[in-house]
């Protein structure tokens, strides 16, 4: 059994070699392939999934490493390493609008 403190060590490696499956999972929409390569690189959709458990299992370590009466704190600093970032783009996107003009691909509703 593989102890999740262990899977750590090498959990920066692992995230790298799934965003790679990301990407090579997307190159077969664009690359004309056989059938059996593309089968074989639509497999790389695997990569989402271990790419969210290694990120987990980084934030459970650092979890771990918080003092109980720190916890609050924790969870307000990982509420705006993603709130901030959120706000930047969805706030000019909100005053601005969507200025971009409507693509064929697309179906109006």
Known sequence: MVKLGELSIFRTELMG???LLILI?????????SVTVQYILSLGNIGVDCFLF?????????LLKVKSREIKYWYI????????PYLTVILPLGILGDKRQPSSSRMAI
Do not use: E, P, Q, T
């Open 17 to 19: 070699i799934s965003a």
């Open 25 to 33: 999972c997307h190159l077969y929409g664009y690359v004309d392939l």
């Open 54 to 62: 290694l990120s987990g299992v980084g934030m459970w370590n650092s």
């Open 77 to 84: 600093n990982r509420y705006l390493k993603l709130f901030i």
